[in-house]
């Protein structure tokens, strides 16, 4: 399946998210908040429930995995530090790129285009997932999330990316699977591609920009094309 509006410039650029675009990583975290929330003795969730905790960084998944459970910002905190100690031990357990992927980047890479990876996981994450899970593959910017950035949907990541790579936003085909790289693309003024294979349905990103869908990742050539 492939719907798309054509796409009106000629692209310079892509920009991709990281979980549930470039790599299947949902297993990983759903069980490491798993683990954190059964030590605490509160219900835990299955894989498909994840899908709609993640996307808007670790602080909100917390808070959505413990909903309606009273929560303070000091517990949050408290269990962000939880988690991360255990996934820096579990991230690469399951976690892998999607089939697909090397065929799309290395069809990117080939016809000379910009490649970029902004994520809402911890940047110290994102780099070493990238650094290892996406290994050999050439992206002139990794970024994850920062305390002096704020996360998607806000563009002003996307948007410094931009201007590190000297290239403009129109420019940029932002590749994504939620509701929140949707925001982003359209709020930076880049070119909204939704990834059909992640975590989220084709109505959320239809609902909220994507000016194409894509069902496999060598899709993404021929929008580039």
Do not use: C, Q
């Not at 939880?82 to 065929?103: F, M, N, Q, V």
């Amino acid at each position: 399946m492939k719907s798309s509006a054509r796409p009106p410039r000629r692209f310079e650029a892509v920009l991709f998210d990281l979980d549930g675009t470039l790599l299947d990583t949902l297993d990983d975290i759903a069980r490491t908040m798993n683990r954190v929330l059964e030590a605490r003795r509160l219900p835990t969730y299955d894989s498909e429930h994840y899908k709609y905790f993640v996307g808007d960084g670790i602080e909100e998944m917390v808070k959505r995995a413990l909903h309606p459970t009273p929560i303070s910002d000091a517990e949050v905190a408290e269990i962000v530090v939880e988690y991360r100690r255990l996934y820096k031990s579990h991230w690469a357990d399951t976690s892998r790129p999607y089939a697909g992927i090397s065929e799309m980047l290395r069809g990117v890479e080939a016809r000379g285009l910009v490649m970029a990876i902004l994520s809402n996981k911890a940047h110290s994450f994102t780099t070493l997932m990238t650094e290892s899970l996406l290994k050999g593959y050439r992206f002139d910017a990794v970024r994850g999330a920062m305390p002096d950035v704020p996360n998607k949907p806000d563009p002003t990541a996307a948007l410094l990316i931009a201007r590190e790579m000297g290239t403009d936003p129109s420019k940029f085909l932002f590749l994504g699977d939620t509701n929140v790289d949707m925001k982003t693309a359209v709020a930076a003024g880049m070119f909204p591609v939704g990834a059909l294979w992640g975590f989220r349905s084709a109505e959320e990103l239809r609902a909220n920009g994507a000016a194409a869908l894509i069902s496999s990742p060598p899709d993404l050539l021929g929008l580039l094309d």
